[in-house]
């Protein structure tokens, strides 16, 4: 572990990311963010999901710093009498399971068809592009949107784990496409190369060499891609939680919290909107950062 540590630290990335204030600050940002909500059950002051715990009394108190709030609720609390800051950990992490969940499942798809289309070529490599094509014409959000809608109408009752399942499937169903033309792009120029050659004389089977030889070395692209769409993700799960088609009101996310406090935001309690929004920019903007600063480490010509 060290000794991966000491090479990273001493590779290009790492000196890149040493001398980048930006990238440095979003990181640490990000990883207080990921760290509060991965470990929201040992670190939040309280849990907001324990109706024993629940008065009515402390229902819309302000944050402490305003009169009449309390420094029991540092952010205020909500119309059942929840802690805010704790809600928004709770909430931060289902955002980012979703997020990064819906992220991997459409690499793992893109990765592959964009592989297999870049190599083969011909016929396959025709139709899985004119596919892309197609899934490129509708907007995300409104695909998105139309799964989500159908899962629920399938699964009425549905437990969480189908919900979760179901609104993961929506925002991957067009993410993917973004993954096979970059890997595509990337692989037709690797398969021409010497190494390639020399694997085929050598009687390498294709899959062998898809998987050892030109898929390592079309990852790159691939990793930055990944990390700014971890934040579009969560910017869609959001969006489709704050219209009532993502996750389940039981598990609320930040967007549920985000259309929970819109209800009441013109009436004086502010801090139920306001603070979950300022949640999920500061979580997205981190993530972009870290992701725009990858993308300039891995370019070698803005080296």
Known sequence: MKKTF????????GYSFRHSPVAMAAAFVAFVCIFCATFAGWIAPHN?????????????LPPAWVEAGSRRFILGTDDQGRDILST???????????????VLLSMVVGVALGLLAGFRGGWIDTFLMRLCD????????????????????????????????????????????????????????????????????????????????????????VFVLA???????????????????????????????????NQFLFSGEWWLSVFPGAALVLIVLSVNLV??????????RLQ
């Open 88 to 102: 928004l950990m709770y909430g931060a992490r289902i955002s980012l399971v979703v997020g990064i969940a819906s």
């Open 134 to 221: 197609v899934m490129l014409s509708f907007p995300t959000i409104l695909v998105a949107l139309l799964i989500a809608g159908v899962g629920r109408a399938l699964f009425p009752n549905a437990q969480n784990t189908v919900a979760f399942g179901v609104l993961i499937l929506a925002i991957s169903l067009t993410k993917w496409v973004d993954y096979a033309r970059t890997v595509r792009g990337s692989t037709m120029v690797e398969r021409n190369k010497e190494y390639v050659q020399a694997a085929r004389v050598t009687g390498v089977t294709p899959l062998r060499i898809m998987r050892k030889h030109v898929l390592p070395n079309v990852m790159g692209p």
């Open 227 to 261: 990390t700014i769409q971890v934040a579009t993700a969560i910017i869609t799960e959001a969006t489709l939680s704050f219209l009532g088609v993502g996750v389940p009101p039981t598990s609320p996310s930040l967007g549920t919290l985000i259309s929970i406090g």
């Open 48 to 60: 907001p999901y324990d109706l024993a715990t629940l008065r009515s009394e402390d229902a819309f």
């Open 291 to 300: 992701g725009d600063w990858l993308r300039d480490a891995l370019n070698p």
């Open 6 to 13: 000491a090479r990273w630290y001493d590779s290009d990335v």
